[in-house]
C-alpha cells in the first residue's frame, strides 16, 4: 500500500501565504505524478496543480501566477506554494498521487491523502 500525509494547512488572512507538503511513503517504486485538488463546501473535487515526474506543470486558471507545485522526488513529496490567497481558496486541499508500485508490473495505482483545510479569513 501507499499513503500520502498531507501538512502544512491551517487559517490565514487574505493576501497572505502557505505551504502545503505530502509526503509518499509505502509499496512505491515509482511516482509518475503528484498533484493537489481541493473542495470546497457544496463543490466538486477540482485540480488545484499537479506535476510529473520529468517537472512538467499544469495548473488550474485559478492558480496561474499565485501557486507553484514543486516536487522532491528523492523524498517522494510534493509541495504548494500558495501566494496571495483568496477568501474562495478556502478549501479541504487534497493530495493525489499516481504510483507503480513495483518495476514488474507496469500498473499505475491512484491514491488520495486525507486532506488538509485551508481557511483564508480576516
Known amino acids: 500500500q501507499v499513503q500520502l500525509v498531507e501538512s502544512g494547512g491551517g487559517l490565514v488572512q487574505p493576501g497572505g501565504s502557505l505551504r502545503l507538503s505530502c509526503a509518499a511513503s509505502?509499496?512505491?517504486?515509482?511516482?509518475?505524478?503528484m498533484g493537489w485538488y481541493r473542495q470546497a463546501p457544496g463543490n466538486q473535487r477540482e485540480l488545484v496543480a499537479r506535476i510529473t515526474s520529468d517537472g512538467s506543470t499544469n495548473y488550474a486558471d485559478s492558480a496561474k501566477g499565485r501557486f507553484t507545485i514543486s516536487s522532491d522526488n528523492a523524498k517522494n513529496t510534493v509541495y504548494l506554494q500558495m501566494n496571495s490567497l483568496k477568501p474562495e481558496d478556502t478549501a479541504v486541499y487534497y493530495c493525489?498521487?499516481?504510483?507503480?508500485?513495483?518495476?514488474?508490473?507496469?500498473?499505475?495505482?491512484?491514491?488520495w491523502g486525507q486532506g488538509t483545510q485551508v481557511t483564508v479569513s480576516s
Open positions: 509505502g509499496s512505491i517504486f515509482r511516482i509518475n505524478a
Open positions: 493525489n498521487a499516481d504510483v507503480r508500485r513495483t518495476s514488474w508490473f507496469n500498473f499505475v495505482y491512484n491514491y
